[in-house]
């Protein structure tokens, strides 16, 4: 038989009479013939191998090229995670790259902001207008009148912009991710466990996959039960092809069960063997009545509690902090002390059940430990009453009954209690803490909570853990050892920081070695040191907030405060390195005021936004991730770890790991390298060129270059042998000084009772040693409940709280001028029960007005069972068509559909400086669709891709 060809228009007539033709007699034609010359043409079809960035989990795809166009992109079936899966993220960048909005040349704004006009300039004219106008504004006012921006608009910078702010000396890069998405998270387990780990288990598959393909030390049983709780987390929208399929295969092939606790019916709670739909806000009230059950019915693992956790320490009342042996018994000998001096294993003071006295606690095995902690009690020491850590954790736990929590998060007692069984009696198991804290005020005690379960459990370096190190590296010889977190980079640099699990002495040693590596340079080490460490105090919000350290960002009420008050100074330069922050950060309306007073603005991203358009003075065109090649954290799948390889390029766009190189250059020449705090200081993180970027990437992986390393097209990543990639009980391991491994904290024990925030409030303990910040009210140590500051149970004239959470469709501020994906999803969705529906009068799909204190939001009804009465959820949305030219007029695209509007940076986590972007309230009301909202499929033509045809060029650096 002849076979048919077929044109793309008679695939669709085809395909709509396909159903008749088939109850028709064999042999009908379906498809209609292609036209002779493009049947008969041959184009070459290319596939190509790489990582996709349409979220932060980087699935491997395959992609291919006819002509240098990209034609389809689908999953690579190779990939341990994603499996040839993946999700519309991925299949939208396709849209985006030949997006009209995709920008291809460097643009400088030639009318007035909010405008819309602009005209394209060469790289080396952009580059010189950047750098004149930084430096211009350095000279005038100071280096703080400069600052960066990044994160929180699909980002492919993050903490790297430190590198162009230290290069003038400037103190300020707001990071929207960081305050609001995992730093809160990141600290909890750097400090209290030792290492960054998932504790985002959106990566739920990575420990899963792990459980079904190794041996657990002779403890893998077939039958035996595991148990994933999703505090707050959605794998199966934020992370699709990623987490929400390894947790789909967890399901069907290992039998895993799940806990869900969110407000919504997500997709994972439709698959729960518990959900558990808590009112927003109240999550510490329910962690603390899991913290209670626990100790309660003695569910704890007895012997991690003892012995390799500080809930036995008893802690001094007016310190706050844990006595340390030899503060009780001067003369005290730590049999654990490393003789040379190098690392740092305190031993400190328990109540011991063997000779029912307070006593010394050296660390140690548990077999060799010359004490029998009592975790919860209180005893006196030197004549003062002092409870232990885990007493004091009971204490805070113990009004929270079933009942009590129930009460307050909107539950029942009995599914409580059957969701903690199922947990407490699985043989493995982990609670993944969703990005939910990190938008509200519990954000720095919510994952204290979490953990606190964990430890208590006994669920820390054990399958299924949130709280798991992987990869060689943590498989120390010596005592373990951690630095700061992403912070590191250039605490290290101008020497600050305290390394947990070194000693006073050792810590001066290696930061003095850093300020004579200054003084060798012909720079003056010591006032270097002096100047970062005044620079770090001077980053806005930094003294109440002294937790933003961690991902060297600022605090963004304070920010905003400053840029429009001019009060401690005025920062006056920006150069954003994200993409819409009118979608990611609020309140949007008072943010707008901030932007319009700034004297300058740079942009670099892929295409415009509606903050573009209203904000931007300049735009530096950066590469969508089918133009870029990299090879930078998070792009690790299971125990591999993936580059990113460009497959095509379009008109002049810049990777953007190059661009702030180029600027910071230039900031340089226009200063003065000699008027510049570190004038090299761009150079670390960024690179000159994309040559340079990929011969770096090259290196890390292990290969002479990029070409050596993209020439094997089924290998274009780093893999760590499985037996190496992840080992359980880590901490239980014997090291160089005899004794277990532990855990690289300060006590090498998990600090469930977290001594760091008390020292991070007092001093800015670890990150400003060895000066000391100016001191704040403290931080609590453990997890507490506060009911947030707007509240349904109190608040009468906005009786309804509201949330939000993730949407597969969507990434942060992304892809929403992606036409087909906003066909899909063309507005937001306000869910809501119908019984609180049915109060206001509202249906199913009337469009509804939501009103907070600061502003209002639009968005059409969706009733549904999965919420709570009083209750609402919506996503965080824009309608970048605001400033198309089918508008009669242009808007900031907030107004219309713009959740940020109401959310609230008046109440803050005093730790992290974390906004209220959920469980706020709110009032609603019905109304008409706002004028500008498209809804229909044809509306989003402006959208469509449009650029096909745009030459494949060279690159400009």
Same mark, same amino acid.
């Given at each position: 038989?002849?076979?048919?060809?077929?044109?793309?228009?008679?695939?669709?007539?085809?395909?709509?009479?396909?159903?008749?033709?088939?109850?028709?007699?064999?042999?009908?034609?379906?498809?209609?013939?292609?036209?002779?010359?493009?049947?008969?043409?041959?184009?070459?079809?290319?596939?190509?191998?790489?990582?996709?960035?349409?979220?932060?989990?980087?699935?491997?795809?395959?992609?291919?090229?006819?002509?240098?166009?990209?034609?389809?992109?689908?999953?690579?079936?190779?990939?341990?995670?994603?499996?040839?899966?993946?999700?519309?993220?991925?299949?939208?960048?396709?849209?985006?790259?030949?997006?009209?909005?995709?920008?291809?040349?460097?643009?400088?704004?030639?009318?007035?902001?909010?405008?819309?006009?602009?005209?394209?300039?060469?790289?080396?004219?952009?580059?010189?207008?950047?750098?004149?106008?930084?430096?211009?504004?350095?000279?005038?006012?100071?280096?703080?009148?400069?600052?960066?921006?990044?994160?929180?608009?699909?980002?492919?910078?993050?903490?790297?912009?430190?590198?162009?702010?230290?290069?003038?000396?400037?103190?300020?890069?707001?990071?929207?991710?960081?305050?609001?998405?995992?730093?809160?998270?990141?600290?909890?387990?750097?400090?209290?466990?030792?290492?960054?780990?998932?504790?985002?288990?959106?990566?739920?598959?990575?420990?899963?996959?792990?459980?079904?393909?190794?041996?657990?030390?002779?403890?893998?049983?077939?039958?035996?039960?595991?148990?994933?709780?999703?505090?707050?987390?959605?794998?199966?929208?934020?992370?699709?092809?990623?987490?929400?399929?390894?947790?789909?295969?967890?399901?069907?092939?290992?039998?895993?069960?799940?806990?869900?606790?969110?407000?919504?019916?997500?997709?994972?709670?439709?698959?729960?063997?518990?959900?558990?739909?808590?009112?927003?806000?109240?999550?510490?009230?329910?962690?603390?009545?899991?913290?209670?059950?626990?100790?309660?019915?003695?569910?704890?693992?007895?012997?991690?509690?003892?012995?390799?956790?500080?809930?036995?320490?008893?802690?001094?009342?007016?310190?706050?902090?844990?006595?340390?042996?030899?503060?009780?018994?001067?003369?005290?000998?730590?049999?654990?002390?490393?003789?040379?001096?190098?690392?740092?294993?305190?031993?400190?003071?328990?109540?011991?059940?063997?000779?029912?006295?307070?006593?010394?606690?050296?660390?140690?095995?548990?077999?060799?430990?010359?004490?029998?902690?009592?975790?919860?009690?209180?005893?006196?020491?030197?004549?003062?009453?002092?409870?232990?850590?885990?007493?004091?954790?009971?204490?805070?736990?113990?009004?929270?009954?079933?009942?009590?929590?129930?009460?307050?998060?909107?539950?029942?007692?009995?599914?409580?209690?059957?969701?903690?069984?199922?947990?407490?009696?699985?043989?493995?198991?982990?609670?993944?803490?969703?990005?939910?804290?990190?938008?509200?005020?519990?954000?720095? *005690? /919510?994952? +204290?909570?979490?953990?606190?379960? !964990?430890? =208590? %459990?006994?669920? #820390?370096?054990?399958?299924?853990? @949130?709280?798991?190190?992987?990869?060689?590296?943590?498989?120390?010889?010596?005592?373990?050892?951690?630095?700061?977190?992403?912070?590191?980079?250039?605490?290290?640099?101008?020497?600050?920081?305290? *390394? /947990?699990? +070194?000693?006073?002495?050792?810590? !001066?040693? =290696? %930061?003095?070695? #850093?300020?004579?590596?200054?003084? @060798?340079?012909?720079?003056?080490?010591?006032?270097?040191?002096?100047?970062?460490?005044?620079?770090?105090?001077?980053?806005?919000?930094?003294?109440?907030?002294?937790?933003?350290?961690?991902?060297? *960002?600022?605090?963004?009420?304070?920010?905003?405060?400053?840029?429009?008050?001019?009060?401690?100074?005025?920062?006056?330069?920006?150069?954003?390195?994200?993409?819409?922050?009118?979608?990611?950060?609020?309140?949007?309306?008072?943010?707008?005021?901030?932007?319009?007073?700034?004297?300058?603005?740079?942009?670099?991203?892929?295409?415009?936004?509606?903050?573009?358009?209203?904000?931007?003075?300049?735009?530096?065109?950066?590469?969508?991730?089918?133009?870029?090649?990299?090879?930078?954290?998070?792009?690790?799948?299971?125990?591999?770890?993936?580059?990113?390889?460009?497959?095509?390029?379009?008109?002049?766009?810049?990777?953007?790991?190059?661009?702030?190189?180029?600027?910071?250059?230039?900031?340089?020449?226009?200063?003065?390298?000699?008027?510049?705090?570190?004038?090299?200081?761009?150079?670390?993180?960024?690179?000159?060129?994309?040559?340079?970027?990929?011969?770096?990437?090259?290196?890390?992986?292990?290969?002479?270059?990029?070409?050596?390393?993209?020439?094997?097209?089924?290998?274009?990543?780093?893999?760590?042998?499985?037996?190496?990639?992840?080992?359980?009980?880590?901490?239980?391991?014997?090291?160089?000084?005899?004794?277990?491994?532990?855990?690289?904290?300060?006590?090498?024990?998990?600090?469930?009772?977290?001594?760091?925030?008390?020292?991070?409030?007092?001093?800015?303990?670890?990150?400003?040693?060895?000066?000391?910040?100016?001191?704040?009210?403290?931080?609590?140590?453990?997890?507490?409940?506060?009911?947030?500051?707007?509240?349904?149970?109190?608040?009468?004239?906005?009786?309804?709280?509201?949330?939000?959470?993730?949407?597969?469709?969507?990434?942060?501020?992304?892809?929403?001028?992606?036409?087909?994906?906003?066909?899909?999803?063309?507005?937001?969705?306000?869910?809501?029960?119908?019984?609180?529906?049915?109060?206001?009068?509202?249906?199913?799909?009337?469009?509804?007005?939501?009103?907070?204190?600061?502003?209002?939001?639009?968005?059409?009804?969706?009733?549904?069972?999965?919420?709570?009465?009083?209750?609402?959820?919506?996503?965080?949305?824009?309608?970048?068509?605001?400033?198309?030219?089918?508008?009669?007029?242009?808007?900031?695209?907030?107004?219309?559909?713009?959740?940020?509007?109401?959310?609230?940076?008046?109440?803050?986590?005093?730790?992290?400086?974390?906004?209220?972007?959920?469980?706020?309230?709110?009032?609603?009301?019905?109304?008409?669709?706002?004028?500008?909202?498209?809804?229909?499929?044809?509306?989003?033509?402006?959208?469509?891709?449009?650029?096909?045809?745009?030459?494949?060029?060279?690159?400009?650096?």
């Amino acid at each position: 038989m002849e076979k048919a060809t077929i044109s793309r228009r008679g695939f669709v007539k085809g395909a709509a009479a396909a159903a008749a033709a088939l109850t028709a007699a064999g042999s009908v034609q379906l498809l209609e013939p292609a036209e002779e010359a493009y049947a008969a043409g041959s184009v070459e079809r290319v596939m190509h191998k790489t990582a996709c960035h349409g979220c932060t989990n980087c699935c491997p795809v395959r992609v291919y090229t006819e002509e240098g166009r990209v034609v389809k992109i689908e999953g690579d079936p190779d990939g341990p995670l994603n499996k040839g899966g993946i999700c519309l993220k991925c299949l939208g960048q396709m849209q985006t790259l030949y997006s009209p909005r995709h920008v291809l040349h460097p643009m400088k704004r030639v009318g007035e902001r909010g405008e819309n006009k602009w005209e394209a300039i060469s790289w080396d004219e952009a580059v010189d207008l950047a750098g004149e106008q930084i430096a211009t504004a350095v000279e005038k006012y100071g280096p703080y009148a400069y600052w960066s921006a990044r994160g929180g608009g699909g980002a492919y910078i993050e903490w790297e912009t430190w590198g162009m702010d230290y290069t003038v000396g400037g103190c300020n890069s707001l990071a929207s991710g960081a305050c609001q998405c995992a730093m809160p998270r990141d600290f909890v387990s750097t400090t209290s466990v030792g290492f960054n780990c998932c504790v985002d288990m959106d990566n739920v598959d990575r420990f899963v996959g792990i459980v079904d393909n190794a041996e657990l030390d002779g403890t893998r049983r077939d039958d035996s039960e595991r148990v994933f709780v999703m505090w707050g987390s959605q794998p199966s929208a934020s992370k699709a092809a990623h987490g929400g399929h390894g947790l789909a295969d967890a399901r069907s092939n290992l039998g895993v069960k799940s806990i869900v606790v969110d407000p919504y019916m997500t997709a994972d709670a439709v698959k729960a063997d518990v959900w558990l739909p808590v009112r927003p806000g109240s999550d510490t009230a329910l962690l603390l009545a899991w913290i209670r059950y626990i100790i309660d019915t003695k569910a704890y693992d007895e012997e991690f509690v003892k012995y390799w956790t500080n809930l036995p320490f008893l802690v001094n009342p007016e310190t706050k902090l844990p006595y340390k042996a030899e503060e009780v018994w001067p003369d005290y000998e730590n049999p654990a002390a490393d003789k040379n001096g190098v690392y740092d294993t305190p031993a400190y003071v328990c109540f011991d059940a063997r000779t029912n006295s307070v006593q010394p606690f050296p660390f140690s095995a548990p077999e060799d430990s010359p004490v029998d902690p009592v975790p919860f009690t209180t005893a006196k020491v030197n004549g003062v009453e002092s409870k232990t850590a885990g007493q004091i954790y009971w204490e805070e736990a113990e009004p929270w009954t079933l009942d009590a929590a129930a009460e307050t998060c909107w539950l029942e007692a009995d599914r409580i209690k059957e969701a903690l069984d199922l947990y407490i009696g699985a043989d493995w198991g982990g609670i993944s803490g969703g990005v939910f804290s990190d938008h509200q005020e519990c954000s720095s *005690t /919510a994952p +204290l909570g979490m953990l606190a379960i !964990d430890t =208590l %459990l006994g669920r #820390i370096e054990t399958p299924l853990s @949130a709280y798991q190190n992987h990869g060689p590296a943590s498989l120390t010889e010596d005592r373990p050892t951690s630095r700061l977190g992403a912070a590191s980079t250039s605490f290290e640099r101008y020497g600050l920081g305290w *390394t /947990a699990g +070194l000693t006073k002495k050792e810590n !001066d040693r =290696l %930061l003095d070695d #850093i300020v004579a590596g200054w003084d @060798a340079k012909g720079r003056d080490g010591e006032e270097m040191r002096r100047y970062f460490f005044q620079s770090k105090c001077d980053t806005l919000g930094a003294t109440a907030h002294k937790g933003i350290h961690q991902w060297q *960002t600022c605090a963004p009420k304070e920010l905003r405060l400053a840029i429009t008050s001019g009060e401690p100074y005025r920062p006056r330069v920006m150069y954003e390195m994200s993409g819409n922050k009118y979608a990611v950060m609020g309140p949007a309306l008072e943010w707008k005021k901030a932007y319009d007073q700034q004297d300058f603005i740079i942009q670099q991203y892929p295409n415009m936004t509606s903050f573009t358009v209203q904000s931007v003075d300049l735009f530096l065109p950066t590469t969508e991730w089918l133009e870029y090649d990299s090879y930078e954290s998070p792009a690790t799948h299971f125990n591999r770890h993936y580059a990113r390889c460009h497959v095509t390029h379009l008109g002049e766009t810049v990777n953007p790991f190059v661009s702030p190189y180029q600027v910071g250059k230039s900031v340089v020449e226009h200063l003065g390298a000699e008027n510049c705090f570190d004038p090299d200081a761009f150079k670390v993180p960024f690179f000159e060129s994309s040559d340079a970027a990929r011969q770096a990437w090259a290196e890390q992986m292990g290969h002479a270059s990029w070409d050596e390393m993209i020439a094997d097209v089924d290998h274009r990543y780093t893999e760590t042998p499985i037996d190496e990639y992840m080992v359980y009980y880590q901490y239980k391991d014997k090291v160089s000084d005899g004794l277990p491994r532990g855990f690289a904290t300060l006590s090498r024990k998990v600090e469930a009772y977290s001594e760091s925030m008390l020292r991070l409030a007092r001093t800015g303990f670890p990150y400003m040693y060895p000066y000391e910040q100016e001191a704040c009210e403290d931080y609590t140590p453990i997890c507490v409940f506060k009911e947030p500051t707007e509240s349904p149970l109190t608040d009468t004239e906005y009786p309804l709280v509201i949330t939000t959470g993730r949407l597969p469709h969507f990434h942060h501020g992304t892809m929403r001028h992606a036409p087909f994906i906003r066909e899909v999803m063309p507005v937001p969705e306000l869910r809501i029960n119908p019984q609180t529906a049915a109060e206001y009068g509202i249906e199913h799909l009337d469009w509804v007005k939501i009103t907070s204190r600061r502003g209002s939001s639009h968005a059409r009804a969706y009733l549904t069972q999965g919420i709570a009465p009083g209750v609402l959820i919506t996503e965080r949305f824009w309608n970048p068509e605001c400033f198309d030219a089918s508008q009669e007029s242009i808007s900031p695209g907030i107004e219309e559909c713009g959740y940020n509007c109401m959310s609230a940076d008046e109440f803050q986590n005093p730790c992290f400086a974390t906004n209220s972007y959920r469980a706020f309230t709110v009032k609603i009301e019905k109304c008409e669709r706002p004028a500008r909202v498209w809804v229909e499929s044809e509306q989003f033509q402006p959208l469509m891709p449009t650029l096909q045809n745009e030459p494949v060029t060279e690159e400009v650096f």
